[in-house]
């Protein structure tokens, strides 16, 4: 088997397409191509589905898939052992993870320590940031309320609670200090994509009290909450890690159970022996 040919494979799938593959490889497009290319004419197989927008394996491709991450991350660790009596001056860490606020801070402190290392972030909700995960589209991720399995290393790294959040001018601002969820009834709710944690978390510990509280807007973006909450569109949920320093919005603490969530970092336990890995969890311990 032509290795090169497997590499870009992998690439392209790690990626979800030929463009970030060539600039995972450092390779032009048309390169990752013809070796896919390549690679299905000679078993003639099919390992990639093409539309307009995405590529995405098919069932023999994801197959194949599961065995090349194996095999180019055990080349990785095999690359470490050789290079463990040298500083981490050079590198590459693929991370995603579901909360800015939480994994900035980490950033700073990576480059701060190990400056040679380039490091690609993924930010997105919970759900696609799980997915890069289980997708083995990246190295480790930074995530919520995440639940322990067997081949995955945790590290928690904190928590956060909901918050309501009211334009300044709102009546509750600087008469209360915490905001049961039955009084959400009378106000406009404005509500994250369904997929978010902040709504789901939301939402369950409403249905935990018997409340069915209807959005009346519903925002794709944390950002697109505030400008929404600040314009006095309405109030809305997130987290206290979130609040921004925002002279035009106020946050209060909800009250009641089910409003916390935790926060961790997470690999594959095959991936966590890899330096660059061990040094990302070693930052955030600090």
């Given amino acids: 088997m032509n290795l090169f040919q497997l590499r870009a494979f992998d690439a392209v799938v790690r990626e979800g397409g030929f463009t970030r593959a060539a600039e995972r490889l450092c390779i032009s497009q048309p390169a990752v191509t013809g070796h896919i290319k390549a690679l299905e004419e000679h078993y003639q197989v099919r390992l990639l589905r093409r539309s307009a927008r995405q590529v995405e394996p ?18 990785e660790q095999a690359e470490d ?84 959040l009211l334009p300044a001018g709102h009546p509750w601002v600087g008469v209360r200090k915490e905001v049961a969820l039955q009084e959400l009834r009378a106000e406009v709710l404005l509500q994250r994509e369904p997929a978010s944690l902040t709504r789901r978390t939301f939402e369950k510990a409403c249905a935990e009290q018997g409340l069915e509280l209807r959005a009346a807007l519903e925002l794709n973006s944390r950002e697109a909450v505030i400008e929404a909450v600040a ?18 919005v106020v946050a209060l603490p909800l009250k009641g159970e089910g409003l916390v969530s935790r926060h961790y970092l997470a690999c594959q336990e095959r991936y966590g022996e890899l330096r660059v890995v061990k040094a990302f969890f070693e930052v955030a311990e600090l």
């Fill in 81 to 164: 052992l050789l290079d463990t009596s040298q500083a981490l001056e050079s590198g590459r860490l693929d991370l995603a993870a579901d909360s800015p606020h939480l994994v900035m801070p980490l950033l700073a402190r990576m480059r701060e320590r190990y400056p040679g290392v380039s490091i690609n972030l993924r930010l997105g909700n919970t759900q696609e940031t799980l997915a890069a995960l289980n997708g083995e589209r990246v190295d480790l991720a930074l995530i919520s309320d995440i639940a322990e399995r067997p081949g995955l290393r945790l590290q928690p790294i904190g928590e956060a609670r909901l918050c309501l």
């Fill in 231 to 248: 314009a006095g569109l309405g109030v809305s949920i997130l987290y206290s890690l979130e609040v921004p320093r925002d002279p035009r």
């Fill in 58 to 75: 098919t069932e023999l491709g994801r197959r194949l898939a599961a065995i090349s991450h194996q095999l180019f991350a055990l080349a």
